[in-house]
């Protein structure tokens, strides 16, 4: 089968960095002497390989010794969560994102600066459950839904949103919030471009396929829009996480496949997928 991949796909830097800290602090202290505050990326491949380098997983602060370390992954943290490391007597190996330190800046410097800040983005998401740590009474918003429930009547609102948002999604919500009657709206564009320029490719790859393989954790949010956009082009879309996942009847009647990859899906598993698919026969 003829394979064509994103031109843009797999690691971003802000993860790349993550693991190469992760990797770095584990060979300084050695098994058990580093504790992750959940998964360091949303792959469980990846996580597999850092746990089998001596990398656990808590989220229960107490039942760390003192003097471990605490791994901040790159979704980062509520400042709380930094001040119960801290009271612990347990080291902070930082790998937020600079992307994510960033929309945690900007959220205190609105709420400074007296706006109500609003952030769009997934409630549940931990990167959004830790930026709104930053300043009291960030509204959450993902849908135009119930805006008129969530939001007050009128003043000044200052907003920002999800970094791995896309951008048409923002755009739109954007909209929605300025057809109500504010008094002033601050919008900071809080978007990982990293995330922008993997959507836009997956977009144009869509359109020369006749099937789309998207691949990374299928918890990961940027990996759920990439195959998200891709449906919306109308292109028959998977979303797996490895070539187990994978079944024939998934290229019935398809010769050309197109592969892309959220910004957590490490080489080793792009490439496994596309040597195997390219040895998949092509329909006659
Ligand atoms: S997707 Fe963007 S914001 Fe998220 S870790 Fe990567 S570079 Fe940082």
Redesign the pocket.
């Known amino acids: 089968m003829e394979v064509k991949l994103a031109r843009k796909r797999g690691f ?4 790349e960095d ?1 693991i190469e800290l992760a990797e770095r602090i584990l060979s300084e202290k050695g098994t058990g002497g580093v504790v992750a505050l959940g998964p360091v990326i949303h792959n469980a491949q990846v996580v597999e390989r850092l746990e089998r380098a001596g990398l656990n997983q808590s989220a229960d602060l107490e039942s760390l010794a003192p003097g471990s370390s605490v791994l901040i992954r ?1 979704h980062g943290a509520a400042p709380e969560t930094y001040q119960q490391v801290r009271d612990r007597g347990l080291e902070i190996v930082d790998a937020t ?4 330190k960033r929309a945690q800046t900007v959220v205190r410097q609105l709420h400074e600066e007296g706006y109500q800040v609003v952030m769009i983005g997934d409630a549940n998401h931990p990167e959004v459950r830790g930026v709104i740590g930053y300043a009291p009474n960030v509204i959450v918003v993902d849908s135009e839904e119930h805006l008129d429930e969530v939001l007050p009547p009128r003043g000044r609102l200052g907003i920002l949103c999800q ?2 948002h896309a951008p048409e999604h923002v755009a739109e919500m954007i909209g929605a919030i300025a057809r109500r009657p504010f008094r002033e709206l601050k919008v900071v564009n809080t978007l ?1 471009l ?2 922008v320029r993997r959507q836009e490719a997956a977009v144009e790859l869509a359109h020369e396929v006749d099937v789309m393989f998207v691949l990374g954790g299928l918890h990961s949010a ?1 990996t759920q829009e990439l195959a998200r956009l891709c449906r919306e082009e109308g292109t028959r879309t998977f979303h797996l996480e490895t070539w187990d996942q994978f079944k024939p009847e998934m290229v019935d009647g398809c010769r050309v496949a197109g592969v892309t990859a959220g ?1 957590s899906t490490p080489d080793f598993i792009i490439d496994a997928f596309v040597h195997k698919l390219e040895a998949f026969p092509a329909a006659g």
Do not use: I, M
């Open positions: 971003c830097f802000g993860v993550a790159s994102c600079v992307l994510v970094t791995t990982c990293e995330v940027n910004a």
